[in-house]
T-cell receptor, first 114, second 112 residues
């Protein structure tokens, strides 16, 4: 049972445009959500997170939106850069920020075209 | 500050053997968690240790085990290896409750 789903395995975006990566979850106990980026032959790198008490969190070019009623979150990257090309994983966890049992989606491969 | 260090980076083992993977967390981090990444299943949580105690466990068979030492370094062990255990094994460390998890580069295990 996939509790965290990323339904788009891949996404291509032109440099300078917006990239929108989507993630759906089924478990209403999840209360903390994260996005990680992964380059080949490297471990995942933390990007941005959001608590369930918020609906938006921004960090530079990255913004995460959370819609609890729809059990949906999205990551917006504006403007997209070629260096953003990587696999993006969303993750969720119950028990708040200090709970390290992350449930990951299967990832979306983003390709930013120059 | 050094990152999370996993050794070895690559490993080839035969079915039926056992294997031990090592993880050294970032200095000061006391929580260590382990994940298995495969093409079909993505990143799956194995277990988490804090202060030498297993705090959370994923849905893996008992062949998968781990431990944490007093210096926070952690090892995971897989016994009676199966072909399906071929995967990238990732370790992550955290300052408990204060930060997100930081991942190492992983150990690529191939079972032949």
């Amino acid at each position: 049972d996939q509790q965290v789903k990323q339904n788009s395995p891949s996404l291509s975006v032109q440099e300078g445009r917006i990239s929108i990566l989507n993630c759906d979850y089924t478990n209403s106990m999840f209360d903390y959500f994260l996005w990680y980026k992964k380059y080949p032959a490297e471990g995942p790198t933390f990007l941005i997170s959001i608590s369930s008490i918020k609906d938006k969190n921004e960090d530079g070019r990255f913004t995460v939106f959370l819609n609890k009623s729809a059990k949906h979150l999205s990551l917006h990257i504006v403007p997209s850069q070629p260096g953003d090309s990587a696999v993006y994983f969303c993750a969720a966890t119950p028990g708040g920020r200090g709970t390290y049992k992350y449930i990951f989606g299967t990832g979306t491969r983003l390709k930013v075209l120059a | 500050k050094a990152g999370v260090t996993q050794t070895p980076r690559y490993l080839i083992k035969t079915r039926g053997q056992q294997v031990t993977l090592s993880c050294s967390p970032i200095s000061g981090h006391r929580s260590v968690s382990w994940y298995q990444q495969t093409p079909g299943q993505g990143l799956q949580f194995l277990f988490e240790y804090f202060s030498e105690t297993q705090r959370n466990k994923g849905n893996f068979p008992g062949r998968f085990s781990g431990r944490q030492f007093s210096n926070s370094r952690s090892e995971m062990n897989v016994s009676t290896l199966e072909l399906g255990d071929s995967a990238l094994y990732l370790c992550a460390s955290s300052v408990d409750g204060d930060t997100e998890a930081f991942f190492g580069q992983g150990t690529r295990l191939t079972v032949v």
